[in-house]
């Protein structure tokens, strides 16, 4: 059973950092984050192949970073640092970790970020 642990998320002001990480149980071949507010569909923040490839959303891009640790072969992590925030950043963050030969897909429990002006 695969296990999605994140952890980080809280209350900041703009302008400040934030950083969230998330620990899986397993190999996959792409990690990221998502996000989700209230009547929206979740978003693509970031996410990261075991390739090094990275995808970010454009309202990230220069200001957030992802990286990955493929450590061992039975556990993945995921990192995502979130500097200069904005109060649209504001949301329920999800790690996701994507296994493309079996098309499976996990999902975190989320961890809600707030940035407050």
């Known amino acids: 059973q695969v296990h999605l642990v994140e952890s980080g998320g809280g209350l900041v002001q703009t302008g400040e950092s934030l950083d969230l990480s998330c620990a899986a149980s397993?190999?996959?071949?792409?990690m990221g984050w998502y996000r989700q507010t209230p009547g929206k569909q979740r978003e693509l923040v970031a996410s990261?192949?075991?390739?090094?490839?990275?995808?970010?959303?454009e309202s990230v891009k220069g200001r957030f970073t992802i990286s990955r640790g493929d450590g061992d072969l039975v556990h993945t992590t995921v990192h995502l640092q979130m500097s200069d925030l904005r109060t649209e950043d504001t949301a329920v963050y999800f790690c996701?970790?994507?296994?493309?030969?079996?098309?499976?897909?996990?999902w975190g429990q989320g961890t809600q970020v707030t940035v407050s002006s």
């Open positions: 397993g190999v996959f071949d792409i």
């Open positions: 996701n970790a994507h296994q493309i030969a079996s098309s499976n897909m996990y």
């Open positions: 990261r192949s075991v390739y090094g490839s990275t995808n970010y959303a």
